[in-house]
């Protein structure tokens, strides 16, 4: 059932052939990388498994980084002037600042994201309970980052940008359930319109972009996931199903700021945003990964004796966190991370194992003995997938075996046209650099609170591609895509989306200290659980080159990692150890 690794080769800095998992034609193998990443500085804030560095953003006026501490409900400001040795200038604190609607953000808010453009700071902060709504306060990056304003803007507010022009603040209300899934409030985008000058923000500079639609007779097209518990909107609010159902995670905005591009993880689809009417004009269902194709491989089980990548029966729905766009030959295109999530709130969890006697395979599409096979540990018996699809139209069996992420990253066109698909390249990626000796047997599918712990994310979301963020370096791009769970990028050139090819994986992780998930072991282990990944062009960087920004929420540190362009000449190999 299962097929054999593909020959190992060493992998860092060598270009690798995605002839097996392009959907549209086979991708040639690059004669040698055009650039290359090592980490040049870190900042650790030294709490770890709380969120202490969650999502970054750079601001080239003062050259200063600042990130999300979501332990401490603050902004940290980092002084990044010399990479190498970025430190910590003072923190922003949200509590207690006042809102235009008269309102006051509480002590217990959390800050989930912040993003800079032009001297300006705008931070996202998530009240308590994340079932209210949410604000996004403005300061100034100068000086000690002075407070300008706030107001409240949708519930629960996981992600906000600048519009290019600086003068929208959009961000993505995500709208959880309550933890006990008593309610649940309706996702939304809010869309801030920001005067000019340092004129303070207004309650009616917010406008509301809704999914209500779809709850008014428009079709939801197929592949788009609206499921689990039908509850109350948690204030009386008139949103339907669909509305409460669909949970904005993160988006993007297209080169000419008149549309935006907006995750809904859980419902496995893109929402097309126009920022003039504040109207969704589109949901784009992102189908999955059918595992079934030759070469798309993966490892689907903790107890299978270690890396045993194969062919199985499991369609993995992309389910993508974080989106970036970006523009090439005239064309725009979507760049997604297919992390996957689960919904688990209260008492429904979406989640089974396989091998769980309540995950019953149809018969007819499953024969007994297959079945049985395909339920021991060492199979799918261990694999996490969704009840919410692939049940037959009568509920009585599952006619398709879904999983949760795709464990690779995509390009897609606008109107929701796959281009290009990773598909199992970056386990495999892993595999080679374990066969090779670059890498620890332990790295692969590893956790990030717990070391040594290789192949204890194979059952679940492998190494969980998170973060994703694209640039253009010597007049091509790229896409560095953050892995959560081994940690580390994977660097693809994305210049020609339909033949991209792999460019380098680098990892500043330490495999050989050993910890528990509180952290206790022999000493730190530099960086766990890659969160927010930011690019930063030469032309704003602090030293003149290009920086990639890392934050990682286990380790609580910030690493810059620098992009070196190389010559392009063909290189026979580069050194058989990575910066770890």
Not at 371 to 399: F, H, M, W
Not at 410 to 425: C, E, H, I, Q, R
Request: charged share 25%.
């Amino acid at each position: 059932m299962r097929l054999p690794l593909l020959p190992c080769a060493a992998v860092v800095g060598v270009a690798l052939s995605t002839s097996l998992v392009a959907p549209a034609g086979a991708a040639p193998q690059a004669a040698a990388p055009a650039i290359g990443l090592r980490p040049v500085g870190t900042y650790a804030t030294g709490v770890f498994a709380e969120s202490a560095a969650e999502i970054t953003s750079y601001d080239p006026t003062t050259e200063r980084l600042f990130v999300v501490n979501a332990n401490s409900g603050a902004v940290d400001v980092l002084d990044v002037s010399r990479p190498s040795a970025p430190r910590r200038l003072f923190t922003l604190i949200t509590a207690g600042l006042p809102a235009a609607d008269g309102s006051t953000i509480s002590a217990d808010a959390v800050v989930n994201s912040v993003d800079v453009h032009d001297g300006r700071l705008a931070v996202a902060v998530q009240a308590d309970p994340k079932t209210d709504r949410g604000w996004v306060a403005l300061f100034r990056t100068r000086g000690t980052a002075p407070f300008s304003s706030a107001v409240r803007v949708g519930t629960q507010p996981d992600m906000v940008t600048f519009s290019p022009d600086g003068a929208t603040v959009l961000t993505a209300d995500e709208g959880e359930p309550a933890d006990d899934f008593s309610s649940d409030p309706e996702g939304s985008v809010s869309l801030v319109r920001v005067p000019r000058g340092y004129t303070p923000l207004r309650q009616s500079d917010v406008r509301t972009a809704r999914f209500t639609a779809w709850d008014r007779g428009r079709a939801l097209p197929a592949g788009v996931r609206v499921f689990g518990p039908d509850v109350p909107e948690p204030h009386g609010g008139e949103a339907g199903r669909v509305a409460r159902n669909l949970e904005p995670e993160y988006l993007t905005l297209g080169p000419y700021g008149r549309t935006a591009y907006v995750t809904l993880q859980e419902a496995n689809a893109i929402a097309v945003l126009d920022l003039r009417t504040a109207r969704f004009t589109d949901l784009l269902p992102l189908g999955g990964q059918d595992h079934r194709r030759r070469g798309v491989v993966l490892d689907p089980s903790d107890e299978d004796g270690g890396i045993d990548l194969g062919n199985w029966p499991v369609v993995g729905l992309r389910m993508p966190d974080t989106i970036a766009s970006y523009r090439t030959r005239g064309r725009t295109y979507l760049v997604t991370a297919n992390e996957g999530d689960a919904r688990e709130w209260g008492d429904y969890e979406e989640g089974v194992r396989v091998g769980d006697a309540s995950y019953r395979l149809c018969p007819g599409v499953f024969p007994a003995d297959v079945a049985a096979r395909l339920k021991q540990p060492e199979a799918l018996g261990r694999l996490n997938v969704t009840t919410a699809s692939g049940l037959r139209a009568d509920g009585s069996c599952y006619r398709q075996i879904t999983a949760f992420g795709a464990r690779s990253f995509s390009v897609f066109s606008p109107d929701g046209t796959l281009v290009f698909d990773s598909g199992s390249a970056f386990e495999q990626t892993v595999a080679r650099l374990v066969a090779d000796g670059t890498l620890p047997e332990e790295a692969f599918n590893a956790t990030h609170d717990e070391s040594p712990s290789g192949d204890s994310r194979s059952d679940d979301k492998g190494v969980e591609p998170e973060g994703v963020a694209v640039g253009e370096v010597g007049g091509r791009t790229y896409a560095f895509v953050g892995l959560e769970r081994i940690g580390g990028l994977m660097v693809y050139d994305i210049t020609d989306p339909a033949r991209s090819t792999f460019v380098q994986y680098v990892n500043n992780r330490d495999f050989t200290v050993a910890y528990e998930d509180d952290g206790e072991g022999s000493g730190p282990a530099r960086d766990l659980g890659a969160e927010g990944v930011e690019f930063i062009a030469a032309k704003d960087s602090p030293n003149g080159r290009p920086l990639v920004a890392v934050a990682n929420e286990v380790s609580g540190t910030t690493t810059l990692f620098r992009v070196d362009q190389r010559d392009g000449a063909p290189r026979a190999a580069q050194p058989k150890r990575p910066v770890m």
